[in-house]
């Protein structure tokens, strides 16, 4: 209240002083200068006083400019009557004018103020409703971190344990054999199959841990290509050799275009790629049931490669999620093994190559498709090893 009051005293005292200095400098002038000229100029200095104090400091500024005008410049000057009524017209003009125009400006003023108070308002509400966002929006994402990782813990604990489980198992097995075990009798060929059961296991736990390691660097930018001149063929053709165990149970078709031209590629990673797709074409496909591998020329700079399959196919709403790293480990009702690092080191090593990887409309089941660029023919033989930047998975 205290502070209302300085305010309120501190706009009375300038419109006492604003009026005086105006009058004093219009009466140096009064023989250069008419009777209009003057009480426009009061009128500024009632409408400077009413947007800088409000409307009571303009409204006394008013009447001091009447009679001020009235004294000063009305005839006979020197006196507060007036001796011509058009005076008295004039008079009345400018104090209906001054006060008229010191309230309209003061209510401009005070809307202003208003209108800066709720536009602070605003801000303060919406500042508060965005921390309460972020509040929740850091609560859903630990809830979603923390499930992601029961998730992950899980499906990484299934894919270590199946294969330790089988090895475990043979190994006991052959274990008790040795000791002379009455209840276990295993000829040569039962003692082949388990030894082929801990190598097949071995190798998948191996292929595990390489997986890890490889999404690891591809996600820390450190991927390293060693690029040489290669046909596609013998990109396929090492992706089905090692596949061979996974396809028994398919008919595998490949269909490559007539002529086509080496690539500059990493062909061991290149294969990997094509591997990685036919595994998850067999993990999903029925048995029986074709998986086709299919390459040409997209132009005159880039290679197509596509694997297909006949199986249930991806959703429209998946098929971008689906190259997310441990994706299938969230993905419910997922009838198929694995943690989901396949396909997302697939898109890492097309991308660190320059190309694209997505998923193609078909009527029925699958079709992954991949460009590559040819590479420049004018490059060596042999690409020297370097670090790759920008292969990054977000």
């Known amino acids: 209240?205290?502070?209302?009051?300085?305010?309120?005293?501190?706009?009375?005292?300038?419109?006492?002083?604003?009026?005086?200095?105006?009058?004093?400098?219009?009466?140096?002038?009064?023989?250069?200068?008419?009777?209009?000229?003057?009480?426009?100029?009061?009128?500024?200095?009632?409408?400077?006083?009413?947007?800088?104090?409000?409307?009571?400091?303009?409204?006394?500024?008013?009447?001091?400019?009447?009679?001020?005008?009235?004294?000063?410049?009305?005839?006979?000057?020197?006196?507060?009557?007036?001796?011509?009524p058009e005076n008295w017209v004039a008079l009345s003009a400018f104090l209906i004018t001054a006060v008229t125009v010191g309230q309209l400006s003061a209510r401009a003023?005070?809307?202003?103020?208003?209108?800066?108070?709720?536009?602070?308002?605003?801000?303060?509400?919406?500042?508060?409703?965005?921390?309460?966002?972020?509040?929740?929006?850091?609560?859903?994402?630990?809830?979603?971190?923390?499930?992601?990782?029961?998730?992950?813990?899980?499906?990484?604990?299934?894919?270590?344990?199946?294969?330790?489980?089988?090895i475990k198992a043979s190994v006991t097995t052959l274990l008790d054999e040795m000791r002379a075990d009455p209840s276990v009798l295993l000829d040569a060929a039962e003692r082949r199959e388990m030894l082929e059961i801990i190598n097949e296991e071995t190798d998948r736990l191996n292929r595990f841990s390489e997986s890890l390691l490889e999404l690891a660097r591809i996600e820390a930018g450190e991927m390293k290509l060693r690029r040489r001149w290669m046909g596609v063929d013998e990109i396929v053709l090492t992706a089905l050799e090692r596949a061979?165990?996974?396809?028994?149970?398919?008919r595998v078709e490949i269909s490559l275009e007539d002529n086509l031209p080496l690539m500059c590629v990493d062909g061991q990673a290149i294969a990997e790629v094509i591997y990685t797709l036919v595994d998850n074409a067999v993990k999903y496909a029925p048995s029986g049931t074709p998986i086709r591998i299919a390459a040409n020329r997209?132009?005159?700079?880039?290679?197509?490669?596509?694997?297909?399959?006949e199986g249930p196919g991806i959703a429209q709403d998946l098929r971008e999620r689906v190259f997310d790293k441990f994706f299938r480990a969230m993905r419910e009702g997922a009838s198929a093994s694995g943690t989901g690092m396949g396909l997302a080191i697939a898109r890492g090593i097309v991308e660190a190559h320059g190309g694209r990887i997505w998923i193609e409309d078909k009527e029925r089941g699958a079709r992954v498709a991949l460009t590559l660029p040819i590479g420049d023919e004018d490059e060596p033989d042999q690409i020297e090893q370097r670090n790759l930047t920008g292969a990054r998975i977000e």
């Open 298 to 309: 997209s132009d005159d700079l880039t290679m197509q490669l596509a694997v297909e399959d």
């Open 109 to 166: 003023r005070r809307r202003a103020e208003e209108a800066e108070t709720g536009r602070r308002e605003i801000e303060r509400l919406y500042s508060e409703l965005q921390e309460a966002f972020e509040r929740a929006s850091h609560a859903e994402a630990l809830r979603q971190s923390e499930r992601l990782k029961s998730s992950l813990l899980d499906a990484v604990t299934h894919d270590i344990r199946t294969p330790l489980t089988s």
């Open 1 to 84: 209240m205290q502070r209302a009051f300085q305010k309120r005293a501190t706009g009375y005292i300038a419109a006492l002083l604003a009026i005086s200095a105006a009058t004093f400098l219009l009466k140096l002038f009064r023989d250069h200068i008419n009777h209009t000229t003057v009480a426009l100029a009061l009128l500024l200095v009632v409408l400077f006083i009413a947007t800088k104090w409000g409307a009571r400091p303009a409204v006394a500024a008013s009447l001091l400019g009447v009679l001020c005008f009235n004294f000063f410049f009305l005839p006979p000057t020197g006196t507060f009557t007036i001796a011509d």
């Open 244 to 250: 061979e165990p996974l396809t028994r149970h398919h």
